[in-house]
């Protein structure tokens, strides 16, 4: 079993490293998206070239790799699902083909908890909606978000679930160590905020 969830890590994590925000980016001729704003692969930095379309398809990419993942290996046991997901987070964080320098993983977060529990991918959207729309910054939406879903899958759905949300969660917040200094020293940038 412990081969079987090696393999499901790997699996998650191989999809999980492809870089979609960089390679949307230059395939429309937009260059390299790390040399502009926060330097992330990320929705929101590809937010930053001024094209819409291409941030919008970044954020559906980067979640659907993680619910993939999490799918196909939760056709052979719920163990293989969770590892599957974990794989995909830290591939998107930690891709080998980037020297390891990925994402922030919100959306491959995000797609992963819809694979696991779409109901409380639900309240992730309504809480990360809602702050960035009260208050324009991504990065506090999706701090908000992260501290919400381990609470809300611990009500809601299994404790593994949870379990794995609040390693994913902390992770989050290490990722996002230099936005939260900026978000209290007031120099945060906001959403649609070119750099």
């Known amino acids: 079993m412990t081969y079987s969830l090696l393999l499901a890590l790997v699996f998650g994590y191989l999809l999980g490293s492809i870089p979609f925000g960089l390679l949307l980016t230059r395939a429309a001729g937009l260059g390299d998206v790390r040399k502009i704003g926060s330097g992330n692969i990320g929705a929101t930095n590809v937010l930053r070239t ?24 939760g056709h052979f046991s719920p163990e293989l699902a969770i590892w599957a997901g974990l794989g995909a987070f830290l591939g998107h964080l930690f891709p080998a083909w980037l020297g390891f320098k990925g994402g922030k993983g919100v959306a491959t977060y995000l797609g ?25 910054y991504s990065s506090l939406a999706a701090l908000t978000a992260a501290v919400v879903v381990p609470i809300a899958l611990y009500l809601f759905s299994t404790p593994q ?15 996002h160590r230099e936005n939260i200094s900026r978000l209290l020293a007031g120099n945060e940038g906001k959403i649609g905020a070119r750099e």
């Open 161 to 175: 679930n949870a379990a794995l949300f609040v390693v994913m969660s902390i992770i989050v917040f290490i990722k």
């Open 112 to 136: 992963v908890l819809i694979a696991l529990a779409w109901q409380v991918a639900l309240i992730f959207a309504i809480v990360w909606l809602v702050m960035a729309f009260l208050f324009r």
């Open 50 to 73: 001024g094209n819409k379309g291409l941030a919008a398809a970044t954020l559906l990419l980067d979640a659907l790799k993680g619910t993939a993942a999490v799918l196909i290996s």
